[in-house]
């Protein structure tokens, strides 16, 4: 792919370098100065390429092998990052240390926006691995444009079903609260890290067991008035699932959780932020 974008980045400059100096041939007012040319110039090349470009919301900054990457993904405009509607479709690769592809989604682009999902498979090795976001357009003006983040994946724990951990480490320590049995840890990671009022979020979230396993689980979200917020779910994968709420302000939600033997558990959701005064 380097190779593909050094080869477009070059036919890029070139083109860039001929608006600027079509720019150049066009008449322009006298009391314009070269700062103002220069900026005429920056505006009418942008205007006519649409430089894109990509970033990738993350749940959670670091991962273990296992376990899933979740996201939205935004597409702005090169010039004034406001949402960007020209492609319809998002490459997103996890790349390891050797330049090698170990995972890979293609997404549909709605206005500029889309949500997805990674597994960081349970036989990758730990270490650092880099994140990246494309569409087909950015690969005309080379890696620049091309978002790109650093991820640590940790080794999972080595203990499974069929090899549980030994009694000395499932023991809890004095004055550890202990769940009650068959009561899984259910945990909460709201996108960007916090719910705010009145933004519509996806709020992923993974269930476990007291070894530390992860539990499929079927739940449904309340407020404050036991009602419904949203349609009822469950987890997908090792536990793990997600959906979507836009917090009231005000509201404490909760996830009301199906346990073995038919009852239920409740869950507090994070405390619902107050929606940011936006500056004037």
């Keep these: 792919m380097n190779a593909y974008f050094s080869r477009n980045w070059a036919l890029a400059l070139l083109a860039g370098g001929g608006l600027l100096a079509l720019g150049a041939a066009r008449p322009r007012p006298v009391d314009e100065s070269l700062l103002q040319r220069l900026a005429r110039q920056v505006s009418e090349y942008y205007a006519t390429v649409l430089p894109e470009k990509a970033y990738l919301h993350l749940d959670k900054p670091v991962y273990a092998t296992g376990e899933t990457i979740w996201f939205s993904a935004y597409i702005v405009d090169g010039l004034r990052h406001q949402a960007d509607s020209l492609s319809k479709v998002l490459y997103v690769d996890l790349v390891s240390a050797e330049q090698k592809i170990v995972a890979q989604r293609t997404l549909r682009l709605d206005g500029g926006r889309a949500y997805g999902d990674l597994d960081v498979a349970d036989t990758l090795a730990a270490g650092t691995y880099e994140l990246?976001?494309?569409t087909n357009w950015m690969r005309n003006a080379g890696d620049d444009l091309v978002y790109r983040r650093r991820l640590q994946v940790w080794a999972a724990s080595p203990y499974t079903a069929t090899t549980p951990p030994p009694l000395a480490v499932r023991r809890p320590a004095a004055g550890t609260p202990?769940?009650?049995a068959g009561r899984p840890d259910v945990q909460f990671f709201p996108e960007g890290g916090a719910l705010v009022a009145g933004l519509p979020a996806v709020v992923a979230l993974k269930a476990v067991d007291v070894n530390g396993r992860g539990v499929d689980v079927k739940a449904?979200?309340?407020?404050?008035?036991?009602?419904a917020v949203v349609p009822p779910f469950g987890t997908t994968?090792?536990?793990?699932?997600?959906?979507a709420l836009t917090p009231v302000a005000g509201q404490h939600y909760r996830a009301r959780v199906a346990l073995p033997?038919?009852?239920t558990a409740d869950y507090a959701l994070p405390a619902v932020q107050p929606a940011a005064t936006p500056c004037t």
């Excluded at 994968?237 to 959906?243: P, Q, V």
């Design 178 to 180: 202990v769940l009650p």
């Design 220 to 227: 449904q979200i309340v407020d404050d008035r036991n009602a």
């Design 261 to 263: 033997g038919g009852t």
């Design 237 to 243: 994968h090792l536990g793990m699932g997600h959906f």
């Design 132 to 134: 990246r976001a494309y």
